[in-house]
């Protein structure tokens, strides 16, 4: 039996690196995280890359496979080499550190300057929320809520590519998973936040955020919340 | 007001001013088609206009709301595809659009008179 | 590197170091393809106003006018006069299309349904018109 092969251009260096050709052995239900990891291990050592689950929970092991951002361990090869080719390169929008390892600060940056994470109105000594789990400001937040951050979306997104400041999908799709929780006592803050020329106004419908993100969140419409919450503050001179 | 408010109302005015440029194109363009179905000239379009005071009031409208949408949608696409923005860009951007509102509603007072 | 307390406002973000850009393999999605024909349609539009204005207010000389309405009977400039007509109607409907997911919230298929609709809309537009003497 031919042992069939496969020839892998996988990005080496920084910003201002090249492709560099392999050929992988080909096999049954192959991942293009086995691709990368055969490299390291059987071709090339100096390969640097991240993973950590390798079964599709944790995220780090995003990557441009022929274009397009995906998670390397849910990607077979046999769904995206264009005639037994692929390529490999790191997120796109972020800078390089190595080879396909991207520096995701500029990513919880933008978190953070969304205002991106939970502030408790309530203390230990309050008796538990309540949070009617069918009502529809907390079925939004359902909606949105399974995001692990892997930058996905970031670096799918063009407006991010165009726009230096822009916020990006992720960061956006947090703050609208907080200004539907009953819970959150920084509402007023975080459209101020979230509302500019750098924030949910910059975002065209493109929908790649929605189409590429592995979890099948849609921060499109997270985002169309936002211009809806944030148009309806200034509305009432809130903003 | 906050940049982020100002950014607020120009996003408020262009969906508004789209709304209302939603029903004029509408109406513009059963214009069009029926209008050079019937072959177009000077006069027919005279006509129309001296008709009813609908005509004149409809494209007033039309004007400002053009007037409006054009520059805010031309300044978003300068500061993608360009890198032009600022102050600067802002004051040019309010001169095309007087510049739309002046032509276009003496386009409609010529048409009118 | 990333150990920031929550909460905290990021000091100005800087981003220096040169980074990869997406290309074409990245965008062909049809909501992409909208975003794409939107703009365009916007850019021409927004070119061709000033142009329509000043050739309206040239109506105050009828026989000049009509002449100038003569014109526009070759072939090349009413095809340019279709593809503007049909820029228009490509951009209400794309506008219309983002309205409504902007406004009214969206439901997932339907925005490939909404898409189809607005690309029929426009194609009997460019028909219509192109059927007209």
């Known amino acids: ?239 | 007001m906050t940049p982020a408010a100002a950014a607020t109302w120009r996003w408020l005015a262009q969906r508004v001013s789209a709304a209302v440029l939603a029903i004029c194109v509408l109406v513009h363009l059963a214009t069009i088609v029926y209008a050079t179905g019937q072959g177009l000239t000077a006069a027919a379009i005279v006509a129309r206009l001296h008709a009813s005071l609908a005509w004149p009031l409809f494209y007033g409208v039309f004007v400002v709301a053009v007037a409006v949408h054009a520059p805010l949608g031309l300044r978003v696409v300068l500061d993608e595809w360009s890198g032009l923005r600022g102050r600067a860009v802002d004051v040019a951007l309010a001169l095309f659009a007087l510049t739309l509102l002046a032509g276009g509603l003496h386009a409609v007072r010529t048409l009118t008179a | 590197m990333s150990g920031r307390a929550p909460g905290r406002q990021a000091a100005t973000i800087v981003q220096a170091a040169p980074v990869r850009r997406n290309d074409v393999r990245a965008r062909s999605h049809p909501a992409y393809w909208a975003f794409v024909v939107h703009r365009v349609s916007g850019l021409v539009l927004t070119l061709f106003l000033p142009l329509h204005f000043w050739a309206l207010s040239q109506a105050l000389d009828p026989p000049a006018f009509d002449r100038f309405l003569a014109w526009t009977h070759a072939p090349a400039v009413r095809l340019t006069e279709i593809a503007i007509v049909v820029a228009l109607a490509a951009h209400l409907a794309g506008g219309v299309r983002l309205l409504l997911v902007e406004f009214v919230g969206w439901r997932g298929d339907l925005q490939k349904s909404a898409l189809a609709l607005c690309t029929a809309f426009v194609v009997l537009v460019g028909v219509l018109l192109a059927l007209n003497p």
């Not at chain 1, 009617?132 to 997104?157: F, K, L, N, Q, T």
């Open chain 1, 1 to 239: 039996m031919t042992e069939a092969s496969l020839a892998v251009r996988i990005w080496r260096g920084g910003a201002e690196g090249a492709y560099r050709e392999y050929t992988v052995p080909r096999q049954p239900a192959q991942t293009v995280l086995d691709v990368v990891t055969h490299v390291q291990r059987h071709v090339d050592p100096s390969l640097a890359y991240r993973f950590a689950c390798r079964v599709g929970m944790c995220g780090s092991c995003a990557m441009t496979v022929n274009g397009k951002a995906r998670w390397t361990c849910r990607t077979h090869v046999d769904s995206v080499s264009d005639g037994e080719r692929l390529e490999i390169a790191p997120l796109s929008h972020l800078p390089i550190v190595r080879d396909l390892v991207v520096d995701m600060a500029p990513f919880f940056d933008r978190w953070a300057q969304a205002r991106g994470s939970f502030v408790p109105s309530a203390t230990r000594a309050d008796d538990f929320a309540r949070v009617e789990p069918a009502s529809p400001a907390r079925a939004e937040v359902d909606a949105a809520i399974e995001c692990i951050g892997c930058a996905v979306c970031y670096a799918s997104c063009d407006v991010v590519g165009w726009k230096p400041g822009y916020l990006g999908p992720a960061a956006l799709n947090r703050a609208w998973t907080l200004v539907n929780d009953a819970r959150d006592a920084d509402g007023s803050a975080r459209l101020q936040a979230v509302a500019g020329d750098a924030g949910c106004h910059a975002c065209h419908t493109h929908q790649s955020c929605t189409e590429r993100c592995p979890k099948h969140l849609a921060p499109t419409r997270s985002i169309a919340g936002l211009k809806r919450l944030v148009a309806r503050a200034a509305l009432k001179g809130a903003l």
